[in-house]
């Protein structure tokens, strides 16, 4: 007979395409293990207090975890804070998706995490931006204090200099914290030296940088180069002009939370490690495209809007700049150094291996990502990447 099964709440903030995300895995990974999954979304009010939106039951934690009885807790992001957990539930296996904002009293263990790897968003976004050439380069923080940003600024800090640049870090204003991060931002990029490369802490901060550039007039990426964290679309598509982003894989950090909290509960007497996921790599948007040729820039960004379409080929590229077969496919290897059908597939093969981590079959990719067939995409797959389809999913999502 089967072992009851699992009551697992899962505490998130309404509304983000973050927090969906990372549910997502959750509930694939509650799915294959049977669990009763509860979502229950907080809303937190300007003096700190929680409210719940949608919950199993009750209007405080209290009454929550008393009616729901959690055999388990998942906590996204700052939805709930370590020192809120009921005290009679303080022991129950949590685990919290990204570090929490505040870290329990001295004496109590720190709480099981799945965090990203400082180390691995900064060598990414530095890969990036020193693609510029600019000797100076600066990191925008998460306004508050946050563990993960600190250590993305400390690293990114750290390769800028060991490469020789020089690297400013944000000075904050005397008026301390603003609602609005382009007040909070303008007075330190203002006093950066031009050009100058930016890593922004997440994509809320790069969008501040890119509407501070804009109100003063500085030319993106020639002035001012930017990049940011998580490659949320719905900011990253909307920026002018689109933000470059490091690409983080938050279904997968869902599951990797689940997996933690599977092991703990099953063996409660063996607190697990916390975990921290690395960062997959920059989708590149107009925001970092170095190019002195426009023609190459509006083909690049043409690519990376379209390349996915069905039927999409380099002619309606060719069409776009208003260039002939030779002239374009010339240009492409002087500028890019690749012919425009590789630059279709760098886009095509990026979202295909995000699709794989999320667990899709290859049939459902080859037609998501704009390729002629199966046989093409494996083709192309592997010629690019030195492994099939297959293989490299089954490794992808044995780490993800």
Same mark, same amino acid.
């Given at each position: 007979m089967r072992k009851r099964d699992?009551?697992?709440?899962?505490? *998130?903030?309404?509304?983000?395409?973050?927090?969906?995300?990372?549910? *997502?895995?959750?509930?694939?990974?509650?799915e294959a293990r049977h669990w009763n999954l509860s979502a229950v979304e907080c809303i937190r009010d300007a003096d700190g207090s929680?409210?719940?939106?949608?919950? %199993? !039951?009750?209007?405080?934690?209290?009454?929550?975890?008393?009616?729901?009885?959690?055999?388990?807790?998942?906590?996204?992001?700052?939805?709930?804070? %370590?020192?809120? $957990? %009921?005290?009679? &539930?303080?022991?129950m296996p949590v685990v919290f998706v990204d570090r929490p904002a505040c870290w329990p009293q001295a004496g109590q263990p720190k709480p099981v995490c799945v965090y990203s790897d400082a180390a691995s968003y900064a060598r990414i976004a530095a890969q990036e931006l020193f693609r510029s050439g600019f000797c100076d380069y600066a990191y925008l923080p998460w306004s508050g204090e946050q563990a993960w940003s600190g250590e993305r600024g400390k690293c990114f800090g750290e390769l800028v200099t060991s490469a020789g640049f020089a690297f400013h870090g944000f000075v904050p204003p005397s008026s301390g914290p603003a609602a609005d991060p382009v007040a909070y931002l303008s007075?330190?990029?203002?006093? *950066?030296p031009k050009p100058c490369g930016i890593f922004a802490a997440n994509d809320v901060q790069g969008e501040a940088a890119l509407r501070i550039c804009a109100a003063h007039g500085w030319s993106v990426p020639q002035d001012v180069a930017v990049v940011g964290v998580d490659n949320l679309e719905f900011i990253c598509e909307a920026t002018s002009p689109t933000l470059s982003s490091v690409c983080r894989f938050l279904e997968g950090? !869902?599951?990797?939370?689940?997996? *933690? $909290?599977?092991? &703990?509960?099953?063996?409660p007497e063996r607190r697990p490690a916390s975990r921290a996921t690395p960062a997959l790599h920059v989708v590149r948007r107009a925001s970092t495209f170095f190019s002195t040729d426009r023609r190459i820039a509006r083909a690049m960004e043409f690519i990376r809007l379209h390349a996915c379409d069905e039927g999409f080929a380099p002619s309606r590229v060719m069409r776009e700049i208003g260039l002939g077969r030779t002239q374009t496919a010339h240009l492409f290897r002087k500028v890019q150094g690749c012919s425009v059908l590789d630059a279709i597939h760098e886009v095509r093969l990026a979202r295909a291996q995000t699709l794989l981590r999320a667990g899709k079959s290859a049939s459902y990719v080859a037609d998501t990502c704009g390729f002629a067939s199966l046989v093409d995409f494996r083709r192309v797959f592997k010629r690019h990447t030195g492994q099939t389809v297959r293989k490299w999913a089954l490794a992808a999502c044995a780490t993800g």
């Open positions: 699992k009551n697992v709440l899962v505490f *998130l903030t309404r509304g983000g395409e973050f927090e969906l995300r990372v549910f *997502l895995g959750v509930q694939d990974a509650a929680l409210r719940f939106i949608r919950s %199993p !039951g009750g209007v405080t934690l209290g009454e929550i975890f008393k009616y729901a009885r959690p055999d388990g807790v998942i906590v996204v992001g700052n939805a709930i804070r %370590p020192e809120e $957990l %009921p005290d009679s &539930w303080r022991r007075p330190f990029m203002e006093s *950066l950090d !869902g599951r990797t939370a689940a997996a *933690l $909290l599977s092991r &703990w509960m099953n063996s």
